[in-house]
T-cell receptor
């Protein structure tokens, strides 16, 4: 079945540091890929998406590129802020099943 | 446009009781999905409804059920509660036609935090 593997956290960075959160997936066919963010006490917010190979999703300074050859969708940001502290989830959707499969989440802590 | 709303936000129940959670999707969204989030199991898919019909179901026991109304609002019910049912229950809505969607974006509500004692 489908699965998503994320790097374990927490990831602790200083403000303005470069961020990478690794995500790899296993799926049949060509799933759509997503990054969601969850702030404390809240639900999930869609951060960015990509629907086919070599697509680059971007939003709020975050980027991720759909790499079919390495089955990866790593999240990057050039300069993190304290307000980026949250849990980040990589996910894929099998359109045949219309259900999201999530990674385990990576907690990001940004220190001033 | 208003986001996905869930009620109640917090709930405390006793083992053996049943509970009903409610979800109102974004206006115009016809697909509603439910997920359970726990520290141990992470985010797991419960079921998905579209036009009042359950289209998909995750690997949960029959104690977990749901329904969708003609206005796309959805409820999920858990009967005979167990301690392990304590979790954050998230509802997500999506705009879809009845055919195959090439992009499937789900928008989540804030969740209902269920505590079973």
């Amino acid at each position: 079945g489908n699965s998503v593997t994320q790097m374990e956290g927490p990831v602790t960075l200083s403000e303005e540091a470069f961020l990478t959160i690794n995500c790899t997936y296993t799926a049949t066919g060509y799933p759509s890929l997503f990054w969601y963010v969850q702030y404390p006490g809240e639900g999930l917010q869609l951060l960015l998406k990509a629907t086919k190979a070599d697509d680059k999703g971007s939003n709020k300074g975050f980027e991720a590129t759909y790499r079919k050859e390495t089955t990866s969708f790593h999240l990057e940001k050039g300069s993190v802020q304290v307000s980026d502290s949250a849990v980040y989830f990589c996910a894929l959707v099998d359109t045949g099943r219309r259900a999201l499969t999530f990674g385990s989440g990576t907690r990001l802590q940004v220190q001033p | 446009k208003a986001g996905v709303t869930q009620t109640p936000r917090y709930l405390i129940k006793t083992r053996g009781q049943q509970v009903t959670l409610s979800c109102s999707p974004i206006s115009g969204h016809r697909s509603v999905s439910w997920y359970q989030q726990t520290p141990g199991q992470g985010l797991q898919f419960l079921f998905e409804y579209f036009s009042e019909t359950q289209r998909n179901k995750g690997n949960f026991p029959g104690r977990f059920s749901g329904r969708q109304f003609s206005n796309s609002r959805s409820e999920m019910n858990v009967s005979t509660l167990e301690l392990g049912d304590s979790a954050l229950y998230l509802c997500a809505s999506s705009f879809q036609t009845s055919g195959r969607a090439t992009i499937y974006e789900q928008y989540f509500g804030p969740g209902t935090r269920l505590t079973v004692t």
